[in-house]
């Protein structure tokens, strides 16, 4: 296990697409999150799940997003009906939750996101 | 509202000196602090953490200091080498609560050769 991995790396769509990003945290870790960052902005948190629970989405996180985590292990992020605004780094990382680093998170390489 | 600023969006320093990044944070509930790096193109990478039960914690050549009276933390690189030219961000954490990271607007580092 080398880290969190995300798929795709990129993705170009025209607007008015559904777009689906997958993430797969480091193994054993509880807790995933996924965030949005623009150009000269930090990572922006969007929602997190403790394993398969959603504790959390922002308020940033309109009804066209919608985020799973079936099964404690990997997670998907749906944007429904694209908008140019959309056009982002989307990212991804998990923190083991337990254990003496809990709150240490990873980060994934990251989806970037282009509507057309 | 900003929790969590860089107020320096960038920095450069010449190799073999010291760079010193700073952040401040507003909410007196964050317990835990983190640096990141990040390259273009790729996720953000983990530097060093500190807990607000410390003031200092050191990793290499990197050290991160906390004043927690001032809500100030400070990322110190010594010495600074060219490979440490990236976007550096902190975040901040409140762990008894809603366990969301909050990261800052990142200070991008130049290390001249």
């Known amino acids: 296990d080398t880290g969190v991995s995300q798929n795709p790396r990129h993705k170009i769509t025209k607007r008015g697409q559904n777009v689906t990003f997958r993430c797969d945290p480091i193994s054993e870790h509880n807790r995933l999150y996924w965030y949005r960052q623009t150009l000269g902005q930090g990572p922006e948190f969007l929602t997190y799940?403790?394993?398969?629970?959603?504790?959390?989405k922002s308020r940033l996180l309109s009804d066209r997003f919608s985020a799973e985590r079936p099964k404690g292990s990997f997670s998907t992020l749906e944007i429904q009906r694209t908008e140019q605004g959309d056009s982002a780094m989307y990212l991804c990382?998990?923190?083991?939750?337990?254990?003496?680093?809990?709150?240490?998170?990873?980060f994934g390489p990251g989806t970037r996101l282009t509507v057309l | 509202d900003q929790q969590v600023k860089q107020n320096s969006p960038s920095l450069s320093v010449q190799e073999g000196r010291i760079s010193i990044l700073n952040c401040d944070y507003t909410?007196?509930?964050?317990?835990?602090f983190l640096w990141y790096k990040k390259y273009p193109a790729e996720g953000p990478t983990f530097l060093i953490s500190?807990?607000?039960?410390?003031d200092k914690n050191e990793d290499g050549r990197f050290t991160v200091f906390l004043n927690k009276s001032a809500k100030h933390l400070s990322l110190h690189i010594v010495p600074s080498q060219p490979g440490d030219s990236a976007v550096y961000f902190c975040a901040a954490l409140w762990s008894s609560g809603t366990y969301k990271y909050i990261f800052g607007t990142g200070t991008r580092l130049k290390v001249l050769a």
């Open positions: 990382a998990s923190s083991p939750g337990t254990g003496d680093f809990y709150n240490e998170q990873f």
């Open positions: 799940f403790q394993n398969e629970a959603q504790l959390e």
């Open positions: 500190i807990s607000s039960i410390k």
């Open positions: 909410n007196s509930m964050f317990d835990y």
